[in-house]
């Protein structure tokens, strides 16, 4: 029996993974609460969620299992310009709009900054390079990050690696290759913990192979899971999963992070993908889920604009604890919001017209060909 096709069928009378996009949502806003948190607690041992961010590699481990899902049936019919045009149309338009409210945060940042210190061809140049995703870490007052202007664009620069490699090379190979290759990024995500001492690299110039580990294994695991119908039927529901999710986050820091990190990247994850695929959902959390799924990529790519503005401000002025709480909840809710706008007024539209006039081209490109 073909395995693929068993499980692409099992997984087509299902139209979504209400739950999976939940878990999404609930990453994101792990990942953005880390990044409040790690202003005020620059010990990572006394931040309550010290591990936020291990959110991206679920982030990564999730990418794999809906490409497979969304591409592994078809990518040979549509072809790889195809796919590639559909991936950019995905996720372009928020890369570029994080981008432009780093630019601006950058400029207009009322807590701090030292724009005397760079000329305005090196901000230009930085920009530019934030919005094609090619790698710049130079400005020193943004951590030398990757993407000066929008921190958390280092994972999606290995997000369009990933999927590059996965139209030339992995959705043609078989499973017990991809089963090999996945068990070959395990052994590199080992050797990172062993050097580094946690999995926190990838997004800077000394920490940038980091991330090609991190990717590596992830997509790999969740494109395995996938191809091999890994999917746990369970009565855990969103509440459930949501819980076993965050309690990987609030994981505590000691000295047996160099075993808890991996093993929650090798396999807790995996497993949580495997048992949100299977889960039920409750009719009446559908709705919180889909939402949840929906906001948890403009959160993720727009809200560091913020987080650089914050950091200053908690620099310069030292707030107190309840004053830091009522900013940090506030802020939560703000970008949460923000997100939602992002979506109805920039991202679905720009997507709906580039889909269009992607969809337009290649009807006239197939007419010509007759």
């Known amino acids: 029996m ?45 931040n309550f969620i010290g591990h936020g961010f291990l ?65 305005t061809g090196k901000i230009i140049l930085t920009f530019f390079c934030s919005i094609l995703l090619i790698p710049l870490p130079v400005i020193a007052d943004r951590g030398f990050n990757l993407f000066s202007f929008n921190a958390p664009a280092w994972s999606l620069f290995w997000e369009y690696i990933a999927n590059i490699v996965y139209a030339f090379v992995l959705y043609r190979i078989g499973r017990n290759l991809l089963l090999l290759l996945t068990i070959l990024s395990a052994l590199a995500i080992c050797f990172v913990v062993y050097r580094s001492g946690n999995l926190l690299g990838g997004w800077s110039g000394p920490t940038f192979w980091d991330g090609s580990a991190r990717i590596s294994y992830s997509f790999l695991a969740g494109l395995l899971i996938y191809r091999s119908n890994w999917i746990i039927k369970n009565k855990l529901g969103f509440i459930g999963l949501s819980t076993l999710l965050f309690l990987a986050f609030i994981m505590p820091f000691s000295k047996w992070n160099w075993l808890s990190e991996p093993l929650v990247v090798l396999l807790y994850f995996p497993l949580l993908i495997a048992l949100g695929a299977g889960a039920m959902l409750k009719p009446g959390l559908k709705k919180l889920c889909i939402f949840s799924g929906k906001i948890s990529y403009p959160l993720y790519m727009t809200h560091y604009a913020v987080l650089w503005i914050f950091g200053n401000y908690y620099t310069s002025h030292k707030p107190g604890t309840m004053q830091l709480t009522f900013i940090i909840i506030s802020g939560l809710i703000l970008l949460v919001g923000a997100a939602y706008l992002v979506i109805v007024i920039y991202d679905i539209p720009l997507r709906k017209y580039l889909s269009n006039k992607r969809n337009e081209r290649f009807v006239k490109q197939k007419a010509g060909g007759l």
């Open 2 to 46: 073909d395995t693929n096709k068993t499980t692409a069928t099992i997984l087509q009378s299902k139209q979504h993974f209400e739950i999976l996009d939940g878990l999404r949502g609930i990453a994101a806003l792990a990942i953005v609460t880390f990044h409040f948190m790690e202003w005020i607690y620059t010990d990572a041992s006394t």
């Open 55 to 119: 959110a991206v590699d679920f982030f990564f481990c999730l990418s794999g299992f809906v490409i497979g899902y969304a591409y592994d049936d078809r990518i040979a019919k549509m072809g790889v310009l195809k796919f590639f045009i559909s991936r950019i149309i995905r996720l372009h338009p928020l890369v570029i709009a994080g981008s432009v409210l780093g630019l601006l945060a950058f400029l207009f940042d009322p807590f701090g900054g030292h724009l005397e210190l760079y000329s």
